[in-house]
Each structure stands twice: as structure tokens, then as C-alpha cells.
């Protein structure tokens, strides 16, 4: 009625009101939309990445560092932020530094820099890797040997004792200690009674001073080859001098 109404009036009909063309524009866009969405879907990615190359590396497996990458194989290397992947895998304890390249067409190449197994620390009767820092790399499972000098202390309850220990195993090693002996042991609940097991031989040695104590030891320990007195412990925590008690009974004072 009211078109007709219009048509007497001599008036014309629009054939589309803005609201139409609106909802018309809408569909031909969700429609282009999902035609590229699922057209992209099979596109092939500009440069995929068909290898990740890893150099550098002596503890960790290639398998492991891609876990820490986080890198998808034929993903497209120009969608790769080599910063990001870099701090991805620096979220392991076991990696320093790692330095991620594109290497065009198709090859990640990342170099890193791995953490030193530094000591073996004991808390609680469970072994853990170290670094020189103190800082916990991986614990031990099973009847692992121990190959590296052992902490036993609580980092945690025992901060002072622990960072002390870190200072004397560092010694130790620039010493040579950690190479000739076949087991040292380092007790470290209190800073002043601080004792290392050398082998058969304890050692009380304390806080501080370690320097100096190390070059006491290593005399005194020539003189006691070779005199052959086998000893039960030496203690080096007074002043200058050495209290030895040898297996037999009885104390030498050097």
C-alpha cells in the first residue's frame, strides 16, 4: 500500500537502504576472510626451516636443546624472533648464553654456551649438580658415582657454611687437590667447623684463610709421606700451626 502510495506520488524506491549494503559488505567480507584463512592454511611458509643445528654443545643432546627452543620444524624462518628463542633456552639452568642465526634458505643454527658441572652438592641424602655459583643444574638419580667434590650442606638453612664451601672446593681445584685425590668431601653446616674428606684423611680447616691452610697442608702432607705416619685427621684451624693425630694414639704438633 505504501509503495503504491509512493508510485502515485511519483516518488522512487531505493533498491538498497544503507543498512542492506551494510549487512551485504559484512558477508562478502567474512567471506574472503575464510576463503584466505583456509587458502593460507596450505600455502607453503616463505623460507621453512628444514634444519636446526646446534654447535658447541657437550652435555646436552641435540634433542634436548630443541625441546628448550621451542622451534617447529618447517616453520618460516622470517616468522622466527632469534631473541625470543635465545631467551627460551636460557631458561636452562645447563646453558649460559645462546646465540640464534637464520642461516637462508632453510637453517637455524644456534651456538650456546654450556654451564660447568662445578661440585656435587648433598642435601638430605640426595645429589644434585652445581655450578660454581651454587646454583642447582639437575639432581642425580639412581647410585650415581660421584665424580666431582661433594657439598654436603643445606643452601638453604645453611647460606653461610655453603657459600664458604664454594670458596674452598674453588681452592681445591686450582690446588690440584680435586685431581689427585679420589674422593673429597666438604661438610659445611658451620663456617668454623668446616672439614674436608680427603680420601681417608679429614681435614679441619674452618673458615677463612683457605690459601694459606692449602699450602700448610700440602707441606705438612710431604713430611707425613715421608715419615709414613698414616694420620686419622689433621686440624688447621689454629693460627699457624697444624694439630696431627695420627691412626695410633696420641697427637703430633707441627
Not at 643452601?155 to 681452592?171: D, M, N, T
Not at 680420601?199 to 713430611?223: P, S
Request: proline share 5%; net charge negative.
Amino acid at each position: 500500500m505504501k509503495a503504491n502510495k509512493l508510485k502515485k506520488e511519483g516518488k522512487s524506491i531505493p533498491l538498497f537502504s544503507k543498512w542492506n549494503i551494510a549487512a551485504i559488505t559484512c558477508v562478502v567480507i567474512s567471506a574472503l576472510c575464510i576463503y584466505f584463512y583456509h587458502h593460507v592454511q596450505h600455502m607453503k611458509p616463505l623460507y621453512p626451516i628444514q634444519k636446526i643445528v646446534f654447535l658447541e654443545n657437550k652435555h646436552l643432546t641435540d634433542e634436548e636443546l630443541k625441546e628448550f627452543a621451542g622451534v617447529q620444524m618447517n616453520k618460516s624462518l622470517l616468522a622466527v624472533s632469534c631473541r625470543e628463542v635465545s631467551r627460551q633456552m636460557l631458561k636452562s639452568p645447563w646453558i649460559k648464553s645462546a646465540q640464534v642465526r637464520r642461516e637462508f634458505p632453510g637453517t637455524l643454527s644456534i651456538t650456546i654456551r654450556e654451564t660447568e658441572p662445578f661440585a656435587l652438592l648433598d642435601m638430605h641424602e640426595h645429589l644434585f649438580l652445581i655450578d660454581e655459583k651454587g646454583k642447582t643444574l639437575e639432581e642425580l638419580k639412581d647410585d650415581a658415582v660421584p665424580f666431582l667434590p661433594i657439598i654436603v650442606s643445606d643452601p638453604y638453612k645453611e647460606k653461610e657454611g655453603f657459600s664458604e664451601a664454594l670458596q674452598l672446593v674453588r681452592l681445591l681445584n686450582d690446588k690440584g687437590f680435586t685431581s689427585e685425590k679420589g674422593h673429597i668431601e666438604v661438610i659445611a653446616h658451620k663456617p668454623d667447623e668446616l672439614r674436608v674428606e680427603m680420601d681417608e684423611t679429614v681435614v679441619k680447616i674452618g673458615a677463612g684463610g683457605y690459601e694459606e691452610k692449602l699450602e700448610r697442608l700440602i707441606q705438612l702432607e710431604e713430611n707425613l709421606r715421608d715419615r709414613n705416619i698414616p694420620v686419622d685427621y689433621i686440624d688447621l684451624r689454629f693460627g699457624d700451626k697444624a694439630i696431627v693425630k695420627p691412626i695410633a694414639t696420641g697427637g703430633i704438633e707441627e
